[in-house]
């Protein structure tokens, strides 16, 4: 079972309007899907180091979820894997989560409340409206250049939740929609007063853009994060202004 003071005290960590919501779920989630019910934990002895802490150990486990899930998809993720993967019995993986539903929405929930935390912070100080775009696309490419199965996982993976953990996650995202909505509708209301763009398709165009990095971006080998925030920027600006830096 999901050590619930503990998840409560990381879902605090990471802010956010909805986290009370977020501990309700890990709390009481209805119909849940089980990593695989048919295989009974098992004893067998780790082979390599657990940290010693508990949120070591839960951010061990949702980060070797996160590659997994990133891999081979969520239906397919078993147990047995992501226990291995983070190195760790499969009965000391059923400590922390007692389903798999549970991990993908921490998973999501940790990645929008960062996302959204981020950005707030980001943008205090920041009255330019384009200004604010680079400042939203910069920090979304820093976020994802270090995280990015998790951007694969956000990405393809919201339908596979249900219940309170998919209406949660549908809130923080439209929180996070809303922040950068914001920002386009700033933009456009400053510089292209009379332009007829519909922003609801700008912005998601955009995330469209951002959201498509983990199909061909490599941080390690290619371009900055800071040369590739760049040129998606001044090509966003260019499609809705007009205008580059």
């Keep these: 079972?999901?050590?619930?003071?503990?998840?409560?005290?990381?879902?605090?960590?990471?802010?956010?309007?909805?986290?009370?919501?977020?501990?309700?779920?890990?709390?009481?989630?209805?119909?849940?899907?089980?990593?695989?019910?048919?295989?009974?934990?098992?004893?067998?002895?780790?082979?390599?180091?657990?940290?010693?802490?508990?949120d070591q150990r839960l951010n061990r486990i949702l980060e070797a979820a996160t590659g997994?899930?990133?891999q081979v998809g969520y239906e397919k993720a078993s147990t047995r894997a992501v226990a291995k993967a983070a190195g760790m019995s499969l009965a000391g993986l059923y400590h922390?989560?007692?389903?798999?539903?549970?991990?993908?929405?921490?998973i999501q929930f940790r990645t929008f409340s960062s996302l959204v935390n981020a950005l707030r912070e980001r943008l205090h100080g920041v009255s330019d409206p384009v200004e604010q775009v680079r400042v939203?696309?910069?920090?979304?490419?820093?976020?994802?250049?270090?995280?990015?199965?998790?951007?694969?996982?956000?990405?393809?993976?919201?339908?596979?939740?249900?219940?309170?953990?998919?209406?949660?996650?549908?809130r923080i995202r439209r929180e996070y929609y809303d922040l950068v909505r914001g920002i386009?509708?700033?933009?456009v209301d400053t510089h292209a007063r009379d332009s007829t763009l519909d922003r609801h398709v700008a912005t998601m165009s955009l995330f469209g853009m951002l959201n498509w990095l983990y199909r061909w971006y490599d941080p390690q080998h290619g371009r900055s994060p800071a040369a590739v925030a760049g040129q998606l920027t001044a090509q966003f600006l260019w499609g809705v202004l007009g205008e580059g830096d």
Excluded: W
Excluded at 18 to 29: G, L, S, V
């Design 136 to 170: 939203m696309i910069r920090a979304h490419v820093d976020h994802f250049a270090a995280n990015m199965a998790a951007l694969k996982v956000c990405s393809h993976e919201l339908d596979s939740l249900s219940g309170a953990g998919y209406e949660e996650t549908r």
């Design 96 to 106: 922390y989560f007692d389903s798999k539903e549970k991990i993908l929405f921490l």
């Design 68 to 70: 997994l899930i990133a």
């Design 1 to 54: 079972m999901v050590d619930i003071a503990a998840a409560e005290a990381h879902i605090a960590g990471v802010g956010g309007a909805h986290a009370e919501e977020a501990r309700r779920f890990m709390q009481t989630a209805g119909p849940e899907r089980a990593f695989e019910s048919r295989e009974p934990p098992s004893a067998a002895p780790v082979t390599e180091p657990v940290p010693a802490t508990y």
């Design 184 to 187: 386009v509708d700033r933009t």
